[in-house]
Nanobody, 113 residues
Framework: QVQLVESGGGLVQPGGSLRLSCAAS????????LAWYRQVPGKERDLVAR???????LYADSVKGRFTISRDNAKNTVFLQMNNPKPEDTAVYYC???????WGQGTRVTVSS
């Protein structure tokens, strides 16, 4: 059973930077795509970025050019580098194994001065 645990969230100023990490444990398969989603109260959980096992990436238009998703298969970890975050990026960020029902517990990101 695969488990995903996010970390790295917190308070960041607009224009700053933050890196989120998601570590997979258990019987994890590096062949799966991994994704970051985010959710704010009262809204649906939305895709932020996705990375395939081969490293190809997909980004939501709202974060393209500012966020970078990457993975280290040797360490079973996926990252989300958040550069120039904006207040509208404030949300709980979740790691997800694409094609499964496996989600991390979420890590909060607050972008504020």
């Amino acid at each position: 059973q695969v488990q995903l645990v996010e970390s790295g969230g917190g308070l960041v100023q607009p224009g700053g930077s933050l890196r989120l990490s998601c570590a997979a444990s258990g019987r994890y398969s590096s062949w799966r795509s991994l994704a970051w989603y985010r959710q704010v109260p009262g809204k649906e959980r939305d895709l932020v970025a996705r990375v395939s096992s081969g490293g190809s990436t997909l980004y939501a238009d709202s974060v393209k050019g500012r966020f970078t998703i990457s993975r280290d298969n040797a360490k079973n970890t996926v990252f989300l580098q958040m550069n120039n975050p904006k207040p509208e990026d404030t949300a709980v960020y979740y790691c997800h194994a694409v094609g499964t029902t496996i989600w991390g517990q979420g890590t909060r990101v607050t972008v504020s001065s």
